[in-house]
């Protein structure tokens, strides 16, 4: 199957009161094993490259190939959306050209004027080409690719200028943060989320920093109308542990267990399980 846009995958989101996953991709191994998670869950799935990740795996071009190609060579027939995740306005225009079906437009470290103004400009160059845009109003904590969030909770009123340009899906900051969450957290605003939700006229919206939120609260936001959620640290967990396992217990020195296709197979597994769970939770199993 093709590569799709990000839009039409969320709106059906949104409607049915599920999420769709968005998995970061940092390699070849990530990205099968997202593929797989999603193609034997039924379900569709959004990957997605930060900009250090596509930097880290040989640019935009080669991102977009490598997805591209996998799609054809493992057969997957649900539906998959290459994105941009947290991009800047340059690298936004350029995955527009390379052949992302979908980018996101973080312009939430700038003035608010400058955000808009450049998510409009994003809005109608993607649009001309059949890609989804995501924009972001009030930063998420935490940090992702040099931008640095303090986790503020978004103006309801600013969100719904933000959706107004056209925009496909909308990230507001509800308490939310990147990386793994610190025992003192406080927990999602819900409050602020229904104020966002209510205003912003049915548009579908994003949850960052998916990992480590505890399902009830993930499940509370889908109902609110989160519509994508963003996971990435978790994937990185699993696949360390597993891959630290592996060589703690000597099976790297095991015959030819030093060969990277044997060395990297444990975390590829356990990415692939993570996934498949993380679909279970956002209820998107079965509606590929």
């Known amino acids: 199957m093709a590569l799709v846009s990000a ?37 569709p799935v959004i990957i997605q490259t930060s900009m250090g990740a596509a930097k880290y795996m040989g640019g935009y071009q080669v991102c977009y190939d490598l997805v591209k190609d996998l799609i054809d060579s493992m057969g997957i027939t649900v539906p998959v959306a290459l994105h941009l995740d947290h991009g800047e306005y340059k690298d936004s225009l350029e995955c527009i050209e390379v052949g992302y079906t979908s980018v996101m437009f973080d312009g939430s470290h700038l003035p608010f004027d400058e955000n808009l103004e450049k998510a409009k400009d994003v809005v109608a160059k993607a649009h001309a080409k059949d890609v989804s845009v995501e924009c972001e109003v009030g930063s998420i904590g935490g940090e992702e690719d040099g931008i640095i969030g303090s986790g503020e909770l978004a103006d309801p009123k600013e969100c719904k200028t933000i959706a107004d340009t056209g925009i496909d899906f909308l990230a507001a900051g509800i308490g939310n943060i990147h ?30 920093g998916g990992s480590g939120i505890p399902l009830e609260q993930v499940q509370k936001a889908i109902s609110l109308g989160v519509s994508k959620i963003n996971v990435n640290t978790e994937c990185q967990e ?27 197979a444990p975390g590829t597994t356990a990415v692939t399980e993570l996934v498949k769970q993380r679909i279970e939770w956002f209820g998107s199993k079965g509606k590929a």
């Open 238 to 264: 699993v696949f360390a542990a597993a891959t630290r396992k592996y060589i703690e217990e000597g099976k790297d020195l095991e015959g030819k267990g030093f060969d990277p296709r044997k060395l990297l």
């Open 179 to 208: 990386g793994s969450y610190p025992e003192n957290w406080s927990g999602l605003s819900f409050e602020t989320l229904a104020a966002i939700a209510d205003i912003t006229d049915g548009i579908p919206l994003v949850l960052h």
């Open 7 to 43: 839009a039409e995958m969320l709106k059906k989101a949104r409607a049915g009161k599920y999420a769709v996953g968005a998995f970061n991709t940092n390699n070849l191994e990530w990205t099968k094993a997202i593929l797989q998670g999603a193609q034997e869950s039924n379900s």
